[in-house]
């Protein structure tokens, strides 16, 4: 964290202690109603219309208003401006993991797991082996909403016209298959690295380390955890694509899958329907295989999940009824195949293949199906407050290096590791 980040972070606290301090908020008595905040998402807003008037129609609790984030910048910013000004919700939606670290270190998130019904609604909703990817130090503060993971799409016409049939599961099996593909006028097996961006981590490094790692965490313990086979052999396969030539460092201009450039990218559930609007008849020949990993795995490999949810903030005074409000909503089945038929975004939920609620719209949308059977599987990212910082460290001090072959490997992750271990230094 920078000089300038500390500064702000030190007067929120100052601010958000005298807000506890001094502030006389409203009771429970004084204000019957639970204020949600959602996604500035029009499908997601459509879902939370459905269901808030549903739940107030009930009269099963108190009624619920809800509205967007206010856009201020950034979710985020909008949300830590209503704390200190007093004015947040009951509830707010879209929280990633290093939100949530911030906002519970700063003491504002209700722990969820101490709620009455929690228990009851992480089985309903078959959430067990969902929820251990968002332990917080032994308490549960975000209830995830949804779950992407992140697969790999392939171009079936390439392969087949490759000789190969069946889709790489591992390094190796992307080296032989862009070998043969290479030699083609100048094409490329496969989009290694997703852009130069912070958030472009999720989608090459640290889905492909979660897969051949099994699912063991990057960060733990304010510490740096990937200098170890799994991330030294990624690290060397992005190597080996890059020295070859078997991939490129800039697709930006192109959609690389649909010019055929590469037979093969990681991709999430939300290009399904931007395909299906803008190149349907590619979306036809893609196939979607597990993420790669070093060596072949049994089962599933685990991957990345662009994952989402949702908290009750700790000076609400309706805790116990937004709380109900929430399990009445993610306990209800209905709702759960309506926010999938609105959003397209897997609910996170451990039984989407087998509830046969959920039957029907994944016999009508096979790709999505493929999603669902990896939601529990799909880690989302560390719950660091520097998610930003640490992953602008892997790209300038390890992705970047390799890419443009200005540093080894080894170097490249030793370089990586001592930066992202200061930083996290700093902030401890």
């Known amino acids: 964290m920078t000089a300038g980040g500390k500064y702000i972070r030190l007067v929120l606290v100052a601010a958000l202690l005298s807000l506890t301090a001094c502030a006389d908020p409203q009771s429970s008595g004084d204000r019957q109603e639970i204020k949600l905040w959602v996604a500035p998402n029009e499908v997601q807003e459509a879902f939370w219309k459905i269901a808030v008037d549903r739940w107030n129609e009930s009269g099963m609790g108190l009624p619920v208003s809800f509205t967007t984030i206010p856009a201020t910048g950034s979710s985020e910013k909008a949300i830590l401006t209503a704390l200190v000004s007093g004015k947040a919700p009951d509830i707010s939606t879209n929280i990633f993991s290093g939100f949530a670290a911030?906002?519970?270190?700063?003491?504002?998130?209700?722990?969820?797991?101490?709620?009455?019904?929690?228990?009851?609604?992480?089985?309903?909703?078959?959430?067990?082996?969902?929820?251990?990817?968002?332990?917080q130090g032994g308490r549960k503060y975000v209830f995830p909403v949804y779950s992407n993971p992140t697969l790999i799409w392939w171009r079936g016409d390439i392969l087949?016209?490759?000789?190969?049939?069946?889709?790489?599961?591992?390094?190796?099996?992307?080296?032989?298959?862009?070998e043969k593909y290479a030699a083609r006028d100048n094409k490329y097996g496969m989009q290694v690295i997703a852009g130069n961006g912070w958030a472009d981590r999720w989608f090459d490094f640290i889905s492909f380390y979660y897969a051949s790692a099994n699912g063991a965490p990057y960060i733990k313990a304010g510490r740096a955890t990937y200098d170890n086979p799994a991330g030294h052999a990624v690290l060397e396969f992005m190597d080996r694509m890059?020295?070859?030539?078997?991939?490129?460092?800039?697709?930006?201009?192109?959609?690389?899958?649909?010019?055929?450039l590469v037979a093969g990218a990681v991709r999430g559930p939300?290009?399904?329907?931007?395909?299906?609007?803008?190149?349907?008849?590619?979306?036809?020949?893609?196939?979607?295989?597990?993420?790669?990993t070093a060596q072949k795995v049994e089962g599933r490999p685990h991957t990345f999940a662009d994952s989402k949810g949702l908290v009750i903030f700790r000076d609400s005074k309706l805790k116990k009824e937004a709380f109900a409000f929430i399990s009445w909503v993610f306990s209800n089945d209905e709702l759960s195949l309506l926010w999938l038929e609105k959003t397209g975004f897997p609910p996170a939920r451990g039984d989407l293949a087998d509830n046969p609620v959920f039957r029907d719209f994944y016999r009508a949308n096979p790709m999505a199906r493929q999603y669902a059977a990896y939601v529990d599987v799909a880690i989302p990212p560390?719950?660091?407050?520097?998610?930003?910082?640490?992953?602008?460290?892997?790209?300038?001090?390890?992705?970047?290096?390799?890419?443009?072959?200005?540093?080894?490997?080894?170097t490249a992750m030793t370089d990586a590791i001592r930066r992202t271990d200061k930083l996290l230094g700093l902030l401890q």
């Open 382 to 410: 560390a719950f660091i407050e520097s998610t930003i910082d640490v992953q602008k460290t892997m790209g300038i001090e390890m992705i970047e290096p390799v890419q443009f072959g200005t540093k080894d490997t080894r």
């Open 270 to 292: 939300w290009d399904i329907a931007y395909f299906k609007r803008m190149y349907p008849e590619i979306l036809e020949k893609i196939i979607i295989g597990p993420m790669i």
């Open 242 to 260: 890059f020295r070859n030539g078997w991939t490129a460092s800039d697709f930006d201009s192109d959609e690389p899958l649909v010019t055929g």
């Open 102 to 135: 911030q906002l519970a270190d700063l003491g504002q998130l209700q722990e969820l797991s101490a709620m009455e019904g929690y228990e009851e609604l992480i089985a309903a909703r078959h959430m067990g082996r969902i929820m251990e990817d968002w332990d």
């Open 160 to 178: 087949r016209d490759l000789g190969i049939y069946s889709v790489p599961q591992t390094f190796d099996d992307v080296y032989a298959l862009s």
